[in-house]
C-alpha cells in the first residue's frame, strides 16, 4: 500500500471525470476496537476553496487521481467529528511518542493498508527516507546512502505502538493509556527530558496518579517545578502525597513559598506533617535528604512477627533491606538485615540476632557525610538520629550519592528490595 505523502496533491475527479481540486488531506476515525484509525473522508482544495468529501464517496483512492462516484454539484459536504484526526495537518511532521521503543520521534510519512474495502492508516514511517520520499528525493537519497556506506536503520512504527503529542495544534492524544503504565518511570522520565514543557504537561496529563508521581520522582526538582507549574494545586497535593516525602520536599523547596504553604494545607495531615519535617532542615543535610519512611521494630518482637510487620507495611516505605531496632522512646538501639531476618529461627527474638553497633549519620552532617559512610561500610542506607540516639529518618545510597555521581548513573542504581 502507498504512503500519504505520494496521495496528497493528486486531482481529484467526479463521475464524470471533471477535476473538483487536488487532495489536501486525508481524515480517520477510530472504529470500534481496532487500534488503528479508518480514512473516514477525504480534504479537496481548489484555489482557495475547501470541500471535505466522505469516503462513502469515493470510488478509488489509490490511483494516479482520485475518482468518486458522484457529480460535483450531487456531492454532500462532510461534516468533520470533533475525534476526526486530519492526518496532513495533525500528524506529519508532528512528535510521536514510541512506546515501544521508548523514545521520541518525528513523524515522516505515514502508510496506508487496505483491509476487505476500508483503508487504514497501518504504520509510521520515522526513517529519514520517508523524509526525501515526500520530497522526492528517494532515488537521490537512496544513491547518496548507498554511496556513504550507511545501513538503513528500522524505520516504520505499527500505529497502535505509537502515542500522538499535541504539541501546538489541537490533536488528541489517545488517553488514558495503559502503555505508558507499563514503562518503567526512568523510561517515562527520559520520553520526558525530550519534550518541551507544554508536550511534558500534556504527557504527564495523560498519566495516572501513582505513575506521574513515580515519573516525577525520577527527574531533577527543578525540572519537576517547571512541570507542574500549570497544574491545580489540589492535583499537586495529590501527586506529592504519592511521592517520597524527601523527592515531596525538593520539589516543594523549588516552588514559591506561597504556593508550597498551599500545597502543604491541601495535603493529608500525615503526609504533610512528614515533608514540613523535612524542609526545616538545609537541604544538602542528612535531614534534609532522608526520608522518614522506613521499618522499625521492637526488640521484643520474634523474626516471625517481624515478618507480619513487613507485610504490612513493606508497601510503604523507601527500602525494607534494613530493619531498625528502637524503644519506647525511639531510640535506636540495633539494626538487621532482611536476609539475617529470613535465615532466623522463627521463634528467635530480634535482640538475639540484631545488629547492636550501628553505622548512623546526625540530622546535621552533611550530604558527603552521609556519602562517605555508605561508601566506607557499603550500605544500601545509614539511619539519620540526633544527639539523644533518637531515629529520624533514613538516606538511601542515590541519595547520598546525588551530588557525586551524575543524576543519570544516579538514577540506574539498583532499588534493591524497595
Known amino acids: 500500500m502507498p504512503y500519504i505523502s505520494k496521495l496528497i496533491g493528486r486531482p ?3 463521475i464524470d471525470g471533471d477535476t473538483i481540486g487536488k487532495l489536501n488531506d486525508l481524515l480517520a476515525n477510530y472504529q470500534g476496537e481496532i487500534p488503528h484509525p479508518k480514512i473516514v473522508a477525504l ?15 469515493v470510488t478509488v483512492l489509490i490511483a494516479p487521481a482520485v475518482a468518486l462516484n ?21 500528524v506529519l511532521d508532528k512528535q510521536i511518542i514510541d512506546t515501544n521503543g521508548v523514545r521520541v520521534v518525528r513523524v515522516n ?76 518511570p526512568a523510561d517515562l522520565a527520559e520520553i520526558l527530558s525530550d519534550l518541551s514543557r507544554q508536550e511534558g504537561q500534556e504527557f504527564l496529563g495523560s498519566l ?4 506521574l508521581a513515580d515519573t516525577l520522582e525520577e527527574v531533577e526538582p527543578d525540572f519537576q517545578a517547571s512541570l507542574v507549574a500549570g ?49 526545616t532542615f538545609p537541604e544538602d543535610s542528612a535531614g534534609g535528604i532522608m526520608t522518614t519512611e522506613f521499618v522499625d521494630v521492637a526488640a521484643t518482637l520474634t523474626a516471625e512477627e517481624v515478618l507480619q510487620v513487613l507485610r504490612e507495611k513493606g508497601k510503604d516505605v523507601e527500602t525494607i533491606y534494613y530493619i531498625y531496632v528502637t524503644d519506647q522512646q525511639n531510640q535506636l538501639n540495633g539494626v538487621f538485615s532482611l536476609r539475617e531476618l529470613v535465615l532466623a529461627n522463627p521463634s528467635a527474638l530480634v535482640s538475639e540476632f540484631m545488629e547492636k553497633r550501628v553505622i ?3 540530622l546535621d552532617d552533611t550530604q558527603d557525610d552521609c556519602a562517605q559512610a555508605i561508601s566506607k561500610y557499603d550500605l544500601i542506607a545509614v539511619p539519620v538520629i540526633d544527639d539523644e540516639r533518637k531515629l529520624h529518618g533514613i538516606v538511601t545510597a542515590d541519595d547520598a550519592l546525588d551530588k557525586i555521581i551524575p543524576t543519570a548513573w544516579k538514577k540506574r542504581l539498583p532499588h534493591l528490595y524497595h
Open 43 to 57: 480534504e479537496v482544495k481548489k484555489g482557495h476553496s475547501i470541500i471535505t468529501v466522505s469516503i462513502e464517496d
Open 360 to 362: 548512623t549519620v546526625n
Open 70 to 90: 458522484k457529480k460535483h454539484a450531487d456531492l454532500e459536504n462532510y461534516e468533520p467529528r470533533p475525534d476526526d484526526l486530519y492526518l496532513v495537518r495533525d
Open 231 to 279: 497544574m491545580s494545586n489540589e492535583l499537586v497535593a495529590d501527586v506529592l502525597e504519592e511521592m517520597e516525602p524527601d523527592e515531596a520536599a525538593d520539589l516543594l523547596g523549588e516552588l514559591p513559598e506561597d504556593r508550597s504553604q498551599e500545597l502543604l494545607e491541601l495535603m493529608q495531615d500525615e503526609e504533610a506533617e512528614d515533608v514540613r519535617k523535612l524542609l
Open 12 to 14: 481529484v475527479a467526479d
Open 208 to 211: 495516572d496518579l501513582e505513575t
Open 109 to 184: 510519512d505515514l502508510e496506508l493498508a487496505r483491509v476487505d474495502a476500508e483503508i487504514y492508516v497501518a504504520n509510521v514511517d520515522i526513517s529519514g527516507a520517508g523524509l526525501l520520499r515526500r520530497l522526492g528525493l528517494n532515488a537521490r537519497g537512496y544513491r547518496i546512502g548507498k554511496t556513504a556506506g550507511r545501513r538503513a536503520l528500522p524505520g516504520s512504527i505499527s500505529w497502535d505502538d505509537i502515542e500522538l503529542i499535541s504539541g501546538d495544534q489541537p490533536m488528541r492524544l489517545k488517553v488514558p493509556s495503559e502503555k505508558f503504565t507499563e514503562l518503567h
